[in-house]
């Protein structure tokens, strides 16, 4: 397995653009005639791209996907939907395709129905530099940004146990209302693998339960999430060695998103062990990402150590304070802050000494061994900030 | 029913008395021969204190709490059960008590051993100074403030059924970590009633499971929380009007704790009225006190609604956002965000000036009605501030 440049259009095939205006922004995908699957919000308020999209991939083929940023198009009524649809003919009439065959994505405020005008003249602009190239991909990441401070993408080619080359390329958009299931979290993924819908649906879910659904920002969950993946078949079928591939791809971009969290100084990967279910240590492993008081001794520096071990409590885990394990770990720098239940890093320790040094990091590696158990999960977390404060008190406004 | 002056010491019989010394405080209150109940934290971490104080209370009968602040006793092994127990031997010797009759609490940082040298010359310090008075009492609650930014105490007296007055006080201490189920919460209560263990049990579950277990700061959730009342049997016995004279007082104390939460600049009481279930009613208020997006909304006075609605939508109870209605109120003002599904607050609408009116106050009510059943509850919380982050990024250094 490589990593390859081109973001989704690093997948033959596939063409994208992007056209944006002061806050709004609309991004192009096409991957002709793919068989395609997604996985989406489980708020009980969806959007209505997520109705439609929802639809569409139900027939497990699709050719384009049309997202816009700048409005979420929720909580808009038959006239959000109606809209969500007059986006998807669009860009259907423009390729010649069936309006069943594009997805359509949004993010942005909520209830506020969405300028048409504006979306329009951006799908007009963007329709026409449809094209296979890093640069478009580029655009088209760029298009979907809202308090994004950076695109994300990334791609990857691995070689399938037939021997047939195959590639993967992805595009997200994250930052602020991350949680556990999703949230304003919108990701385009392209491939070349050739699979039934079922078969890339189960690809994707296990991909996504283990990546995109484990990154926290701020533990509110959007009306908007999707992830879609395209797949055109152009080579051959999907097997473990693809699955991998698409997992690599997903975690990479879970980590963007986690960095690029709204207001975010610093990067946290979670890892728990030990766990008596593969349940237990995601929810250990989302409470120690989601957690105010851990985000802000991260922001801090402050290794204070027994807000993860509160954490791990009160997550619904199975864990005993007696058996667990707790290790910080930065570049170059590991320590044991707990060791099967005793505490190492007690004050005046040396221990204690080198977690503060981990704490000042950029990154931040918090393991967890529950000690319990063989299963284990990774969370991507950031911490919170004051700016993450100021981003979301004037965001509306 | 009316409020009365003196804190817990307004109940006949109750003596209290408070020492602090920098960052440590020991707070006293003796009611001596009281049936008495608990209810604990539902964290698996549990600090010292909390096992110390469940044991003696499943005895049904208690004649004193010893409770310092400054330090958890949490994650610090036999030697915090032991160190515990010396806090309760030292007041029971004093009062010539059983070291069953002495409940000990601790609030502060995780993970360090309790300072005994401290702690011991605070408690004697204390102890000679335990007395009947509106003073002692306010002296308890001053000394087991650590974030907090004013002590929390509240009395009321209530006419019993039979005729019988009868007087309940109460003090707390909230700031950070106060969560759903509690958090760093301490709340003795103090009543004259007379009632059985279990009788006192059942009228205390009922009023914390309304009130102080719908606080929310910031969701984490401590391993110290307790609420103990004492009830020393000299007015008559208990009944519903003692019931409701309980759960007015949790409810002022659980405002207070919200309205002093960690950087707290503004009050938010959240009313989820037509819940499927009582359990919908208080998942969805929860949702709504606990999101990091609302409670920046409030901190920036943006009448963002939409992120009520979501958190409605993912809080997991019945909704349907084609019937739902949210209410903003403040002093003086009403107005109808969302009726039965239509949004009244649009862009340009005389709702959505008025909502942003609303939104500068200090004190918020946000009211929902999911109009699908007959549950309601209400919870409490405060905004998101760059003090909550300031707090708690510098705690245990």
């Known amino acids: ?59 497990g083929k699709i050719s384009a996907i049309v997202a816009n940023s700048g409005n979420a198009n929720c909580f808009t009524g038959s006239e959000g939907i109606e809209n969500g649809k007059k986006m998807a003919e669009k860009v259907a009439k423009f390729l010649d395709l069936q309006l069943s065959d594009v997805a359509v994505a949004s993010t942005g405020v909520i209830g506020r129905k969405l300028p048409m005008p504006i979306i329009n003249s951006l ?19 760029e298009a979907i940004m809202t308090t994004d401070t950076f695109p994300k993408e ?14 993967i390329g992805g595009m997200a958009k994250g930052s602020g209302m991350i ?10 993924i392209t491939t070349d693998v050739e699979a039934s819908a079922s078969e890339l649906y189960d690809a994707l879910k296990r991909a996504v339960d283990k990546t995109l659904n484990m990154v926290i920002v701020d533990g509110d969950m959007s009306t908007n999430d999707m ?17 991998e591939a698409l997992e690599y791809l997903c975690e990479n971009l879970s980590k963007m998103i986690a960095v690029d969290g709204e207001g975010a100084t610093k990067f946290m990967e979670v890892e728990v062990k030990g766990a008596a279910s593969v349940q237990d240590a995601r929810t250990a492993a989302r409470s120690i990402a989601s957690s105010p008081l851990i985000k802000t001794a991260l922001f801090g520096a402050d290794p204070n150590w027994g807000r993860i071990v509160t954490a791990v409590g009160y997550s619904g885990a199975e864990m005993d ?53 063989k299963h284990s999960a990774k969370a991507y977390g950031c911490d919170l900030s004051y700016d993450y404060v100021k981003i979301n008190s004037e965001y509306s406004t």
Chains 1, 2 share one sequence.
Do not use: W
Request: charged share 25%; glycine share 8%; proline share 2%.
């Open 227 to 243: 992830v879609v993946i395209m797949a055109n078949g152009r080579s051959g079928h999907i097997d473990e060695n693809f699955q």
């Open 179 to 188: 949680a556990p299931n999703m949230a304003t979290m919108l990701c385009f």
């Open 1 to 59: 397995m490589k990593i390859i440049e081109g973001g989704v259009c690093a997948v033959d095939g596939v063409m994208a653009s992007g056209a944006c205006e002061g806050d709004f922004g609309v991004s192009l995908i096409v991957n002709r005639d793919s068989v395609a699957s997604a996985v989406f919000t489980t708020n009980k308020v969806v959007a209505a791209p997520v109705t439609l999209t929802r639809k569409a991939v139900s027939n």
């Open 321 to 373: 304070e007696k058996v667990i394990t707790v290790v910080l770990q930065s570049e170059g720098k590991t320590v044991k802050i707990v060791e099967n239940g005793d505490v190492k890093a007690y004050e005046g320790s040396e221990e204690l000494v080198t977690a503060e040094e981990i704490m000042e990091q950029k990154e931040i590696k918090i393991m967890v061994d529950i000690n319990l158990g």
């Open 123 to 141: 799908i007009d602009e963007a329709l026409p530099r449809l094209k296979n190239s890093q640069k478009s991909s580029r655009n088209a990441a």
């Open 154 to 167: 990334f791609a990857v080619e691995t070689t399938l146990k037939n021997g047939e080359k195959v590639r």
